[in-house]
């Protein structure tokens, strides 16, 4: 079955998607770029505190339209619940650092190419 059109209007920003032109995951690669991290060590779940990964779960889950099961089947098997629980922590993160704030705007203005 073929995909409905999509709606369009000017000035509409639509998701991101996961993947580049080579097939590289391009919330993946821009978190590792920006903080230091190996594409792995983003993956891997079972680590306290990663702050790369909610970055990434984060910038996925906030502009890739893509559903939350999906996005846990991505990260290594999490659920769509802990997706969006993480996604929940790092808005509340957001709105205390302003820092941290400064440097998503900064990534998503990038995966945006605005």
Known sequence: MARPLRVEYPGAYYHVINQGNA???I???SVCDEFGYREEQIKMRGRK???AR????YLARDLSGVS???LGAF???ISGAAITM???QMN???MRNKKLSDKIATLKKQLLNI
């Open 75 to 77: 990260f290594d098997g």
């Open 86 to 88: 993480k996604y929940n």
């Open 23 to 25: 097939g590289e995951n």
């Open 49 to 51: 505190d990663n702050k």
């Open 68 to 70: 939350c099961k999906d």
């Open 27 to 29: 919330f993946i690669e």
């Open 54 to 57: 909610a970055i990434a779960i």
């Open 92 to 94: 509340v993160e957001l």
